[in-house]
C-alpha cells in the first residue's frame, strides 16, 4: 500500500480510520486521502475520527506537516466556495477542527459572501442548540471539544447575525447574537418570552 497504489474508497476510508494503520501508515496514505476528501468519495465522513487527527502531523517533515496544514485550509475555505459541497460544511468543519486540534483558525478563515453565507445558516442552524446550552455542537472531536465551546458562541454572537439576517433569517439571528451574553442573561432574554416582538 503506497502513496503511488490507489485504493478503492472503501479500503482507503478503513485505513485513514484505523489507528493501527495511521501510526505506520499515514504519512504514505497523504496524498490519496486527501484527494478523497476534497473530491467527496469517502462514505464516513462526519460519523467518526479522522486518522489525522489521531497523529502528531505537525511533528512530520517540514514538507509534508506544511502539506496538511495546507490542505485543511484549502478545503475549509473551497467548501465554502461550493454551493452544493460533496459533505456539508459543519462536517468538514468538524473534520479540519480534529485534524488542527483548534477551531480558531477556521473561525478566522470564515470568507463572507453569499455562497459562504448561505453555508453559515445551515451551520449556525445545526450548532444553535447546543450552544445555546453551553455543549459542544460535535459528533466526533477528540482533542478539547468542550474546551472550543467560548469560540464557537463568541464567533457567532459577534459576526454571524447581520449576515443570517440578510439571508432572511432574523430569529437565527437573534439567537445566535444571544451566544454573547453569559448564561443566566441568555435564558431571560425577553426572545424566549415572545420571538415575535424581538424579530
Not at 500500500?1 to 485505513?15: D, H, N, Q, R, V
Not at 469517502?42 to 511533528?59: F, I, K, P
Not at 506537516?65 to 495546507?70: P, R
Not at 477528540?142 to 469560540?151: E, Q, T
Request: aromatic fraction near 10%; charge should be negative.
Amino acid at each position: 500500500m503506497t502513496g503511488s497504489t490507489p485504493l478503492l474508497s472503501t479500503a482507503l476510508e478503513a485505513a485513514l480510520a484505523n489507528i493501527d494503520t495511521v501510526f505506520n501508515g499515514m504519512r504514505r496514505l497523504l496524498p490519496q486521502g486527501v484527494r478523497a476528501m476534497a473530491e467527496g468519495v469517502l462514505e464516513g465522513v462526519g460519523w467518526g475520527d479522522h486518522g489525522l487527527s489521531q497523529v502528531d502531523w505537525r511533528s512530520w517533515p517540514a514538507e509534508q506537516a506544511t502539506a496538511v496544514e495546507e490542505f485543511v485550509h484549502a478545503w475549509w475555505q473551497d467548501v465554502h466556495a461550493t454551493p452544493k459541497p460533496p459533505y456539508q460544511v459543519e462536517e468538514v468543519f468538524e473534520i479540519c477542527a480534529a485534524i488542527g486540534r483548534s477551531v480558531t483558525p477556521l473561525l478566522d478563515r470564515r470568507p463572507a459572501h453569499p455562497v459562504a453565507d448561505a453555508h453559515l445558516v445551515r451551520c449556525v442552524d445545526w450548532w444553535l442548540d447546543r450552544l445555546l446550552v453551553d455543549d459542544a455542537p460535535f459528533t466526533w472531536f477528540p482533542h478539547g471539544a468542550k474546551a472550543a465551546v467560548p469560540g464557537l458562541q463568541s464567533w457567532p454572537a459577534r459576526n454571524a447575525p447581520a449576515r443570517l439576517r440578510a439571508q432572511g433569517e432574523p430569529d437565527l439571528a437573534i439567537r445566535a447574537g444571544l451566544l454573547g451574553l453569559p448564561y443566566d442573561d441568555r435564558w431571560a432574554h425577553p426572545y424566549w418570552a415572545d420571538p415575535s416582538t424581538t424579530n
